[in-house]
């Protein structure tokens, strides 16, 4: 079992931590104490991973169960070394949303599995040969432009549920930003859970949520599954959001070395496998495409405990919510104005993650190169550029990542070989 990273050992009592110190990943508290700490993770997850298949139109339980069984899998495969839950992840929302304008949910599902196995292969290369290659291939203006763009060229989706229902979105967005800025810990971290309940409350005051299916659904039941369909039409759409988990896995990583005096590193490779292979089955089954979250790294900030005992308690968990129809129809009842008052939030919250990548790296915009790349690409991508060779269709993320590496790389080769390029 010591391989799956499911041998704990007890820290301390099991009920105290000392000043200064934290549990471990390869400790845990008591089993009532570890219990509890694995639904907050579940909580911290809820708000995040559902919005994404109620955006996209994807049933919530077959998510959540995908969710479930990503988390599980991942600390196997990580064999217990690196805490973490995999929820829905935004970057997958843009591309599901395109792909199903002309394939509908299935091939969106088909674009899902490519990422989810391009992603698997891209760690097994990283296992192998370590992630400085990456680096090398996606440096920070590239990384960061990549993401913003991704974020920002949702911006029209997010406006089109706000102006449906202004009031409930409005109330939505600012529960939101009250929330995170008046509370601390645990309340503070999930201030969009907050604001979308206040949101959805509002919006049953208005009569703007449907109950007839909730009343129709059953307690206990299988989650709907999904077969994919896969069209190359798509692969311009998704591979792009590979770039993205990349960074987000190899960041969470870096994190949880960081808060727990860990050397990682060697895991890197073994986390992007198991986020690439729960994506593919995601993909295969009708789920959303799974990250690592930083919503939970909040949880084990604020509660010190990095015990992987507690992930597999908020695995589990999850399953078992996903088996219950009554509360995937529940979910999925989540009105447009809710939706909109939150994506406006975290649309934009993904485009300034990219600009965070900048200035973590100190990327220097007076050099013409660094400029000319985010410059060219924010503006394919936010504008949604689309090129249509033949039966193909490429649109914004797609063109504009594609333009992020070739102006870059290209700009590059050419100071270099001209003698221009800026000291």
């Known amino acids: 079992m010591?391989?799956?990273?499911?041998?704990?050992?007890?820290?301390?009592?099991?009920?105290?931590?000392?000043?200064?110190?934290?549990?471990?990943?390869?400790?845990?508290?008591?089993?009532?104490?570890?219990?509890?700490?694995?639904?907050?993770?579940?909580?911290?997850?809820?708000?995040?991973?559902?919005?994404?298949?109620?955006?996209?139109?994807?049933?919530?339980?077959?998510?959540?169960?995908?969710?479930?069984?990503?988390?599980?899998l991942f600390l196997a495969l990580t064999r217990g070394k690196v805490p973490s839950y995999l929820g829905s992840s935004f970057?997958?929302?843009?591309?599901?949303?395109?792909?199903?304008?002309?394939?509908?949910?299935?091939?969106?599902?088909?674009?899902?599995?490519?990422?989810?196995?391009?992603?698997?292969?891209?760690?097994?290369?990283?296992?192998?040969?370590g992630a400085s290659w990456i680096n090398r291939l996606m440096p920070a203006p590239v990384t960061g432009t990549i993401v913003a763009l991704i974020g920002l060229n949702l911006a029209p989706a997010a406006w089109g549920n706000f102006k449906l229902a202004?009031?409930?979105?409005?109330?939505?967005?600012?529960?939101?930003?009250?929330?995170?800025?008046?509370?601390?810990?645990?309340?503070?971290?999930?201030?969009?859970?907050?604001?979308?309940?206040?949101?959805?409350?509002v919006a049953v005051l208005r009569g703007e949520v449907d109950f007839s299916k909730i009343n129709d659904a059953g307690i206990i039941g299988l989650p709907h599954f999904q077969t994919p369909t896969f069209h190359f039409a798509v692969v311009g759409l998704f591979i792009p959001v590979v770039l993205v988990l990349v960074a987000e896995n190899i960041g969470h990583v870096k994190s949880v070395a960081l808060m727990t005096g860990a050397d990682l590193d060697p895991y890197?490779?073994?986390?992007?496998?198991?986020?690439?292979?729960?994506?593919?089955?995601a993909g295969l089954g009708g789920g959303s495409g799974t990250t690592t979250y930083a919503e939970n790294i909040g949880v084990?900030?604020?509660?010190?405990?990095?015990?992987?005992?507690?992930?597999?308690?908020?695995?589990?968990?999850?399953?078992?919510?996903?088996?219950?129809?009554?509360?995937?129809?529940?979910?999925?009842?989540?009105?447009?104005?809710?939706?909109?008052?939150?994506?406006?939030?975290?649309?934009?919250?993904?485009?300034?993650?990219?600009?965070?990548?900048w200035v973590q790296n100190k990327v220097n915009f007076s050099n013409n190169i660094n400029l000319t790349t985010a410059a060219v690409a924010l503006i394919v991508g936010i504008a949604n550029f689309e090129w249509n060779p033949g039966t193909l269709q490429f649109s914004g993320i797609a063109l504009g990542t594609a333009a992020a590496l070739i102006i870059y790389h290209g700009m590059s080769a050419l100071a270099k070989w001209r003698g221009t390029a800026a000291e």
């Open 91 to 129: 970057a997958f929302i843009a591309p599901i949303m395109a792909s199903q304008q002309q394939f509908g949910v299935s091939g969106a599902l088909g674009g899902v599995v490519m990422a989810g196995v391009t992603l698997a292969v891209l760690g097994l290369i990283v296992q192998k040969f």
């Open 300 to 357: 084990m900030a604020a509660t010190k405990v990095y015990s992987t005992a507690a992930y597999w308690v908020a695995g589990v968990a999850a399953l078992i919510l996903s088996f219950s129809p009554k509360f995937g129809e529940m979910i999925a009842t989540v009105p447009v104005g809710v939706l909109g008052g939150a994506a406006t939030l975290l649309y934009g919250m993904i485009g300034v993650l990219g600009v965070r990548i």
């Open 166 to 201: 202004p009031v409930t979105a409005m109330i939505t967005l600012t529960v939101i930003i009250l929330t995170s800025v008046l509370f601390r810990g645990i309340l503070g971290r999930l201030s969009i859970l907050v604001g979308v309940v206040a949101g959805y409350l």
């Open 2 to 72: 010591s391989l799956l990273g499911t041998k704990w050992t007890v820290h301390g009592d099991g009920k105290t931590i000392k000043p200064g110190q934290v549990v471990s990943p390869s400790e845990r508290l008591s089993w009532p104490r570890t219990i509890g700490i694995g639904l907050q993770h579940v909580v911290a997850m809820f708000g995040a991973t559902f919005l994404v298949p109620i955006i996209t139109g994807m049933p919530p339980a077959t998510t959540l169960f995908f969710s479930g069984i990503g988390t599980l």
């Open 268 to 281: 890197a490779g073994r986390a992007l496998i198991a986020d690439g292979v729960a994506t593919t089955l």
